[in-house]
């Protein structure tokens, strides 16, 4: 693997090197923009909140009520001049980029039905960046397992790590699982937690081979090195 002291110098150099001026090719807002551009997503996020917190009971009211979010969204993806999505992106590629991170959610659920709602945020966002970066890029993929995974990883991780009836030998021997795993070691996981933590590094691995991609498992290991 990449030394990690290595990759922190390198990302300081880069940073360190980069200008400290606005970017010329960003418009700056002014605050009062900025106070009407928060208010009219924090409107947005109120009115997703209200439909989110009024699910009904049973699969068929269920399925009409998942419509309506999704339309909610939807329409302020595509219409909302404050994202400004449609400037840079057609209708079906935002309902194509709604419909994906959709199935992202319910994988998430499905997975781990015991996370609250902040840590599926939390993932989600995650998720989310991948999107974006790959849209930039021009490099979108269908739906990853792998950064499925690694959106998961964090929040599925530190939240369990952040737990008040854990005991530090407990996080001690949940980290060294995880660092094992990671540097390709066999674990034996002993209960739930561990082994879907097992689950969502082996998602990885299935995809980036660890001999071709050491990059991904040296990040890896800043991540576990920063919740500990």
């Known amino acids: 693997m990449i030394p990690i002291a290595s990759i922190r110098q390198e990302t300081k150099a880069k940073w360190l090197c980069m200008p400290d001026t606005f970017p010329d090719f960003l418009e700056e807002i002014s605050p009062r923009d900025k106070n009407e551009n928060e208010l009219a997503i924090q409107s947005m996020e ?25 339309k909610k969204i939807l329409d302020f993806l595509v219409n909302n001049s404050v994202l400004g999505l449609r400037q840079v992106m057609s209708e079906s590629e935002i309902r194509a980029f709604l419909e994906e991170t959709m199935m992202f959610i319910k994988s998430a659920r ?35 397992k792998a950064c499925f995974a ?3 990883l964090y929040p599925f991780t530190d939240n369990y790590i952040d737990k008040n009836d854990i005991s530090p030998e407990q996080k001690e021997t949940y980290n060294r699982l995880i660092y094992d795993v990671i540097c390709g070691e066999v674990a034996k996981p002993q209960d739930e937690q561990q082994e879907k933590t097992c689950a969502l590094l082996s998602m990885i691995a299935s995809d980036y081979a660890r001999a071709s991609d050491t990059p991904i498992y040296s990040l890896l290991l800043m991540m576990l090195e920063a919740q500990e």
């Open 46 to 70: 109120d009115e997703v909140n209200t439909l989110l917190a009024a699910m009904p009971i049973g699969i068929r009211r269920k399925k009409k009520w998942a419509l309506e979010v999704q």
């Open 110 to 144: 499905d997975f781990a039905p015991e996370m609250q709602m902040d840590g599926i945020g939390q993932a989600t966002r995650n998720y989310l960046v991948f999107q974006i970066f790959g849209e930039m890029n021009r490099t979108r993929s269908p739906f990853s």
């Open 150 to 152: 690694y959106s998961m």
